[in-house]
């Protein structure tokens, strides 16, 4: 297959990259960071250009595009005015998903758990109640909206916190968290917010077996299999890589204020493994990382 990957030189990108290379021939889009694009078939791009989309569909004719260009961090969204987050996560989803329904391409979609009510129970189906409370959740589900408006030809990914070791410039607080323990520092971490986080490797590879199947205009959760808090998280690392589980200092989400409150936004993944995907405990994933498998 022929895949476009947008955001390929992000956290997740990086890895996709590895992945879907394997076994497709892919074209991977990166805007101010190169990262490991420079070993693939790559494009320099600001999604933002209609014209520099449109050019990169004709030219290229992607079969699939994984649309994993966003952005997600808090740090980035403070530098940026609430319109240039919403010209990329919203309008520039906008223009991809009509490109792929123009070039008939399928579309795969990163977005997030975080467009779930937190306060609403626990183990949620994608059905559940959708109530954003940041603006980047609140974009990455109007970007949901605008695909379903706009393709038959979608799968939307509501993908947990992914975690694991960044490749070249790219980094996730699971990353931070292993450095500062390293350097035998504390690191705070909240016993009151709830995910079913997944490795970066793990979701590069279930994407991976996704595309290969006949699935389309679906929402599907992708998350590990465990539900823990980012505490929790915390401690499991600490076991596998024996680090100082002592470094690690419980705080609560009202100690944070300035931080969304995301009580639980763990996943029932029942649909995703009824397409036959599998997946690895936390403990796996963390001795994968811890060994350096993880690329
Ligand atoms: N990380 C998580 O825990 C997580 C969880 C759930 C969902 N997601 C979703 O998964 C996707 C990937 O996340 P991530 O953590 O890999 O994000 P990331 O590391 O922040 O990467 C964002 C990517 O978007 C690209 N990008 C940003 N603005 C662009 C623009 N104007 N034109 C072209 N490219 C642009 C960046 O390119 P440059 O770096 O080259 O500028 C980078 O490749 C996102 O859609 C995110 O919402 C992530």
Known sequence: MKILITGGSGLLGQYLNKALSENHSILTLFHNHIGNCKDYSSRQIDITNSNQLTETFQSYKPELVIHAAAVSTPALMKKLTNKYVYDINVNATQKIAGLCDKYKSRMFYLSTDLVYAGYRGSMLKEDAKLIPISLYAETKLMGEVKIQQTTDN???????????????????????????LNRGSQVKLFTDQFRTPLSLKEAARMINSLVGLDVKKEIINIGGKERVSRFELGERLCENAKLDKSLLIPIMMKDKPEVPAVEDVSMNTDKLKSFGINQLSIEESILDIIRGNYV
């Open 154 to 180: 979608y799968v939307i990914l509501r993908t947990a916190l992914l975690y694991g070791f960044g490749l070249n410039h790219s980094r996730c607080h699971f990353h931070f968290m292993y450095n500062e």
